[in-house]
């Protein structure tokens, strides 16, 4: 991203939600965002995924220019490229556990059983399958939503207060059973948090405030690497 911006025009006024923000993100990078409330983080997450369009400044992935106000094109970007976890899991209530995984890797065109179960396993869900997202607790639909968004490999994987629902316990195993599935499949991603604790499975933090990058730090990784 070069100088990128997303103004919103408000009777109030313009709303610079992103003010100019450089950045580029190399393959197998882990990125944790961090900002206060209102900084413009999911902003900067519905660009990087195409579901939004900027209004300034350039956005290439790949060395291509990521396609911007044309819905179609949009929608191809992010089924080949993009995984994203919502702040609101967006599961599919009328499909169990498991088909909510295999729609979505069906979609990919990598429809693959075997694997989906494997990830249901990773996030400790392996009892849910054959449940409804109405049946299960938030922080389980949370793992759902988490084991949905890397099950057809994603080259960028975005995540929007990706453990907000779950304990510290949950959360550190569900981090670290993503970041094992991201060193495996070279997998690049960007987490929103507002948890500090969650820097250590990063290699890298980019700190925003009122729609500029304020920092961009390379952290020590924790483990091996
Ligand atoms: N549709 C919109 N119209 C006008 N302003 C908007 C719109 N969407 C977001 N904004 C503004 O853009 C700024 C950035 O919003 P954004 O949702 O990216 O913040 P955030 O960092 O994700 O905050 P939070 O941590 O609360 O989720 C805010 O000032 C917000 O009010
Ligand atoms: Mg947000």
């Given at each position: 991203?070069?100088?990128l911006?997303?103004h919103y025009e408000t009777p109030?006024?313009?709303?610079?939600?992103?003010d100019?923000?450089?950045?580029?993100?190399?393959?197998?990078e882990r990125?944790i965002?961090?900002?206060?409330?209102g900084s413009?983080?999911?902003t900067?997450?519905?660009?990087l995924?195409?579901l939004?369009?900027?209004?300034?400044?350039t956005?290439?992935?790949?060395?291509e220019?990521?396609?911007?106000n044309?819905?179609?094109?949009m929608?191809?970007?992010?089924?080949?490229n993009?995984?994203?976890?919502f702040q609101?899991?967006n599961l599919?209530q009328?499909?169990?556990?498991l088909e909510n995984?295999?729609l979505?890797?069906?979609?990919?065109?990598k429809?693959?059983?075997?694997?989906?179960?494997?990830?249901?396993?990773?996030?400790?869900?392996e009892?849910?399958v054959n449940?409804?997202p109405?049946?299960i607790?938030?922080?389980?639909?949370?793992?759902?939503?988490?084991?949905?968004?890397?099950?057809?490999?994603?080259n960028?994987?975005?995540g929007?207060?990706?453990?907000?629902?779950?304990d510290?316990?949950t959360s550190q195993k569900?981090?670290t059973?993503?970041v094992?599935?991201c060193?495996?499949?070279?997998?690049?991603?960007v987490?929103?948090t507002h948890?500090?604790?969650?820097?250590?499975y990063?290699?890298r933090?980019?700190r925003?405030d009122?729609?500029?990058i304020?920092?961009d730090?390379l952290?020590?990784?924790?483990?091996?690497?």
């Amino acid at each position: 991203m070069e100088n990128l911006e997303r103004h919103y025009e408000t009777p109030a006024g313009v709303v610079k939600a992103l003010d100019g923000v450089s950045f580029q993100i190399s393959e197998g990078e882990r990125v944790i965002l961090l900002g206060p409330s209102g900084s413009g983080k999911t902003t900067l997450l519905n660009c990087l995924s195409s579901l939004d369009s900027p209004t300034g400044g350039t956005y290439s992935f790949h060395g291509e220019e990521v396609p911007r106000n044309h819905s179609e094109k949009m929608t191809s970007f992010r089924r080949e490229n993009i995984g994203y976890v919502f702040q609101f899991f967006n599961l599919l209530q009328d499909l169990t556990v498991l088909e909510n995984i295999l729609l979505i890797q069906e979609i990919a065109g990598k429809k693959d059983e075997a694997r989906a179960l494997e990830l249901l396993k990773l996030v400790g869900l392996e009892a849910e399958v054959n449940r409804f997202p109405g049946e299960i607790s938030g922080g389980q639909q949370q793992r759902v939503a988490i084991a949905r968004s890397i099950a057809k490999r994603p080259n960028l994987l975005l995540g929007d207060e990706l453990t907000g629902n779950l304990d510290t316990e949950t959360s550190q195993k569900v981090m670290t059973a993503l970041v094992k599935a991201c060193k495996e499949e070279n997998i690049t991603s960007v987490f929103v948090t507002h948890d500090e604790g969650l820097v250590k499975y990063a290699t890298r933090v980019i700190r925003i405030d009122s729609g500029k990058i304020v920092s961009d730090e390379l952290t020590k990784p924790s483990e091996e690497e």
